[in-house]
């Protein structure tokens, strides 16, 4: 119904920025809200941050606050995370969500997402 493809990923060192893309197709319209979030090797997906299609209303980890941003450019179907200031610790695997068919009741929890990207991989080297 959805399909979502991230990139932008890569090996960086500590400070830098980077911007992940994730390219949405198919049933488009269905969507509510766009998120991000990622998973570090044997660690527990963790939310970044959300975006609320209708209002534009953004959700974000107390951890990426200031550093990070989530934006959209529905002309492209594409929803971006720009990442500033990159910590070692926000190395993991970003994966790009979808919910789509009702609106979530809460950003932050995965469950409430039904479509996922594959993920892009982001290392921060101290």
């Known amino acids: 119904q959805v399909q979502l493809v991230e990139s932008g990923g890569g090996l960086v060192q500590a400070g830098a920025s980077l911007r992940l893309s994730c390219a949405a197709s198919?049933?488009?319209?269905?969507?509510?809200?766009m998120a991000w979030f990622r998973q570090a090797s044997g660690k527990e997906r963790d939310f970044v941050a959300a975006l609320a299609l209708s209002d534009a209303d953004t959700t974000y980890a107390q951890s990426v606050k200031g550093r990070f941003t989530i934006s959209r450019d529905s002309g492209k179907n594409t929803v971006y995370l720009n990442m500033n200031g990159l910590k070692p610790e926000d190395t993991a695997t970003y994966f790009c969500a979808a919910a789509a068919g009702a609106s979530p009741r809460f950003f932050y929890l995965s469950y409430e997402y039904n479509f996922w990207g594959q993920g892009t991989q982001v290392t921060v080297s101290s």
């Open positions: 198919g049933l488009t319209s269905s969507i509510y809200a």
